[in-house]
């Protein structure tokens, strides 16, 4: 008969040292992300009172520039915290991401994108006013369809996200 | 994929948050496993089986 006493040491330390380490990167993710939007907002701001001070136009404005350089920074810190989040988390926190990333990142994405994507493609004649009234230039309309097709991607894994961790609770 | 966590669990009155700190895996893993709603990677199983001296298919079994 096994000695049913025999616990593994220190689970209170153990969890103690755990809730601080998760409390922690949240709280990064939290207060970065406002430092982030504050600043965004102090310089959007600043920028525009700048240009309209100046009367200048967008071509003259620097702000593109700001915007460019924000989303870059951004980009990193957003890649060191998913660094640290994803050594962080377990194994079934990381096959939620995987079955999500091909799933509804993949799959779901794709055949929503198709749905769109095929009549341009099938149909050489098709023009869809409103796109090219919003993203105006060829460029824009482009990186609208870039765009597009990340949020649709992004929105199929935060869908498939929720459903997966709920079938598991 | 049936186990006997919960049982083994209960005998040596720990709680889901005990044996996931003993596991480095969250509570929610913890609850999946028991429920028999996610099968855990092979290091995992080892490790169970080391935290419970037991062989991995004394608390696994391949259920159909």
Known sequence: MKNLNELPPAFPEKRSEKSKKKKALWLTAILGYGALMLGMGAVAFYLGYEDGREQRSINESHSPYVIVAVVLTFMIAVFAWSVRYWRNIDEMAKRAHLDAFFWGGGMIGWAILGAFLTPMLIFPDLEWGVIEQIGGTTTHSFGMGAFTALTVTTLGYGVFWLVWWAKKR | ?64
Request: charged residues 35%.
């Open chain 2, 1 to 64: 994929m049936k186990n006997r966590l919960k049982v083994l669990r209960a005998e040596r009155d720990w709680s889901q948050s005990d044996l996931a700190d003993a596991l480095d895996v969250s509570r929610q893993t913890i609850n999946a496993l028991e429920t028999g709603k996610y099968d855990p990677s092979l290091p995992l199983a080892f490790k169970i089986a080391r935290l419970f001296t037991l062989k991995i298919e004394d608390i696994f079994e391949d259920a159909p």
